[in-house]
């Protein structure tokens, strides 16, 4: 007797294929068998709970002899064994009705905590997860609800930024941000050859050394006078200052770095700008040489013409501090920038520097082709202020009692309300122009 045949081109032992076709006719022949019987048909879970659902009453009130035909025929239309189905048979009615959930159980219920995540998200301007999950314990001393109790705010303290998220991209809507105009213009070579280019290389480990760029409110087009907003902001801490004029005349820009130089909760040790005329003109430059600490000057560097990325972080700001809270309306009322600049100095400065942690990059690695970059934990400009060895005990004290007389939640309610006053102000001044 021949020990191999060929099937199809594949040799196989004639016992093994004995032994297939035993089995074969034994799952056809039977049915009471351990064996399984060949699947007629894919069913889905639901599917077979309600099979089973309807065979429960006719399974418990069946003689013996009627329940083991009932398993033989639920065992060959759902492919599953003769003793799981038993089990599943043999449970209380009460249990088909339950929907049994899989995986891991809900730790954090979001019909409880997607409205007071939601609140919280809106007041601290829409930040990533990341930066949230930073946040929160400072803005939860702050949190009042009459639902809101000890339970969930521990579950929101635990909260990771992974699940933040998560629940963040439930609120989060198809927003597009627009785009503005350039309103940058090149000054004269003379100009140019007074201030010196930045350099690139420097390592910077203190608060004082600044960026500095103009916004754009002209709408859609760059005729006339409009409004600008001028952004300064700490490399160190990322401490951001806004102040709103009317035009970009040097004495305006002058104006406002005077002002700016009192304010600011350290001493304005270098300024770096770009190429624009509102910069790189005689005030300014006067102001830079005349002011700063011991009535040295200020460092007043430029970037490379037309390399944004040499001030990068001051035009990161342009649109967090400006364009998200303004938008791309064009502003010509002098009225209204006066309320811009309310807005700025009382509510969203306050709230930006105090309550809203920002990421800082710590390193750049190249990969090939690919960079990689490294961020320290998410904080606010005030903590890495508190924790810089280069201010003095009077400024942080200073800080520190400052910080104490705002609340976030405050300062948020209040900057939506000048903001609606504002832009009906700015639609009642655009209908009466058209009119």
Request: hydrophobic share 35%; glycine share 4%.
């Amino acid at each position: 007797m021949r020990l191999w045949t060929c099937i199809c081109g594949v040799r196989i032992r004639r016992d093994y294929l004995v032994a297939s076709k035993a089995r074969t006719l034994a799952r056809l022949l039977l049915p009471h068998s351990k064996t399984k019987p060949p699947r007629t048909g894919d069913l889905s879970y639901q599917a077979i709970r309600e099979y089973l659902k309807q065979l429960h009453d006719r399974y418990r009130e069946s003689s013996k002899e009627e329940k083991s035909r009932l398993l033989s025929e639920a065992e060959f239309f759902t492919n599953k064994s003769r003793k799981h189905l038993i089990r599943a048979i043999g449970e209380p009615r009460e249990a088909f009705e339950l929907k049994k959930m899989s995986g891991r159980p809900c730790i954090y219920p979001e019909e409880i905590l997607l409205p007071h995540i939601r609140h919280l998200w809106i007041a601290m301007e829409r930040i990533s997860g990341d930066r949230m999950k930073a946040a929160i314990p400072e803005w939860l001393r702050f949190y009042e609800d009459e639902h809101f109790d000890v339970r969930l705010r521990l579950l929101l303290e635990k909260m990771s930024a992974s699940t933040l998220e998560r629940f963040l991209s439930q609120l989060r809507g198809d927003e597009r941000a627009g785009k503005g105009l350039s309103a940058t213009k090149s000054p004269s070579r003379h100009m140019k050859n007074r201030v010196p280019l930045a350099t690139l290389d420097q390592k910077i480990d203190r608060p004082g050394h600044m960026q500095a760029d103009t916004v754009a409110h002209c709408g859609t087009t760059l005729q006339g006078a409009f409004a600008n907003s001028l952004t300064v902001t700490d490399v160190f801490s990322t401490w951001t200052e806004n102040r709103a004029m009317l035009t970009k005349k040097a004495r305006e820009v002058r104006a406002n770095f005077v002002d700016l130089n009192k304010t600011l909760p350290f001493a304005m040790l270098a300024v770096n700008v770009d190429n624009g005329t509102e910069f790189l003109n005689g005030p300014v430059i006067d102001f830079m040489n005349s002011r700063g600490p011991g009535n040295l000057g200020i460092a007043f560097t430029r970037s490379r013409a037309y390399k944004k990325n040499d001030n990068c972080f001051v035009e990161q700001k342009n649109f967090t501090h400006v364009r998200e809270l303004f938008g791309y309306e064009r502003i010509e009322e002098m009225s209204s920038v006066e309320i811009m600049n309310n807005i700025y100095i009382t509510t969203w400065n306050p709230l930006q520097n105090f309550f809203i942690p920002t990421f800082k990059i710590r390193e750049k690695i190249r990969i090939g082709a690919r960079v990689v970059k490294k961020y320290d934990a998410p904080q606010t400009p005030y903590q890495r202020l508190m924790q810089s060895s280069f201010l003095t005990q009077e400024q942080k004290q200073n800080l520190k009692t400052r910080k104490q007389q705002l609340n976030p939640f405050t300062l948020a309610e209040e900057l939506e309300k000048k903001l609606g006053f504002f832009f009906q102000e700015l639609r009642k001044s655009k209908l009466g122009k058209a009119s």
